[in-house]
């Protein structure tokens, strides 16, 4: 049962343009959400995170938006560049359940 | 200084062999998990430790069984290797639970013949 979905797989964006991935949850019980950045040959790394009573929350270029009543939520990296390829993980965490749910993934290449 | 380290980078063995992954984080943390990322990159909590006790057991192979001899390390020993444990094991830890930052491993990749 994936309770976490991330679309787009892949994605391709011209340098100086924006990213834009998309994640929808299930489980009403999630309290927190975080996005995750892994480059190849290393393990993820949190990039910034949100919590569900909140709706956006801005960091550097990294924008998370969160849409708590469609249960979703997005990542926007603004003049997106070269060094921002990499895989990227929405995630969802039940902290009760002690446990963090991922997304499947987007593979985000950006062209210089 | 390496926050969280796993030892062996690499492991490549046969079917049928156990084998054991070493996991040690520096930063005090109470939270240790093992991750599993498989060919299609997707990652998967195996298990959450807090405090050298299990909390979670995501529904992993009985062969899959984590020690943790104090709050630095979480080793993973796994008997009996099958074709579909070949994947990336990354070992993560985090302050008190799961909303904290968690920080991961370089991760062990796992190649079973």
């Known amino acids: 049962q994936q309770q976490v979905k991330q679309s787009p797989q892949s994605l391709i964006v011209q340098k100086g343009g924006i990213s834009i991935i998309n994640c929808a949850y299930e489980?009403?019980?999630?309290?927190?959400f975080p996005w995750y950045q892994q480059f190849p040959g290393k393990g993820p790394a949190l990039l910034i995170a949100i919590r569900p009573d909140v709706s956006e929350k801005k960091e550097g270029r990294f924008t998370i938006s969160f849409n708590k009543s469609a249960k979703q939520f997005s990542l926007h990296i603004m003049d997106s560049q070269p060094g921002d390829s990499a895989t990227y993980f929405c995630?969802?965490?039940?902290?009760?359940?002690?446990?963090?749910?991922f997304g499947a993934g987007t593979r985000l290449f950006v062209k210089a | 200084d390496t926050a969280v380290s796993q030892t062996p980078k690499y492991l490549v063995t046969q079917m049928g062999n156990d084998k054991s992954i070493k996991c040690e984080q520096n930063?005090?943390?109470?939270?240790m998990y093992w991750y599993k990322q498989d060919s299609k990159k997707f990652l998967k909590i195996m298990f959450s430790y807090n405090n050298k006790e299990l909390i979670i057991n995501e529904t992993v192979p009985n062969r899959f069984s984590p020690k943790s001899p104090d709050k630095a390390h979480l080793n993973l020993h796994i008997n009996s290797l099958e074709l579909g444990d070949s994947a990336v094991y990354f070992c993560?830890?985090?302050?008190?639970?799961?909303?904290?930052?968690?920080?991961f491993g370089p991760g062990t990749r796992l190649t079973v013949l």
């Open positions: 993560a830890s985090s302050l008190r639970d799961p909303r904290d930052t968690q920080y």
């Open positions: 995630a969802a965490t039940h902290t009760g359940g002690f446990k963090t749910i």
């Open positions: 489980n009403t019980a999630f309290d927190y």
């Open positions: 930063l005090g943390h109470d939270t």
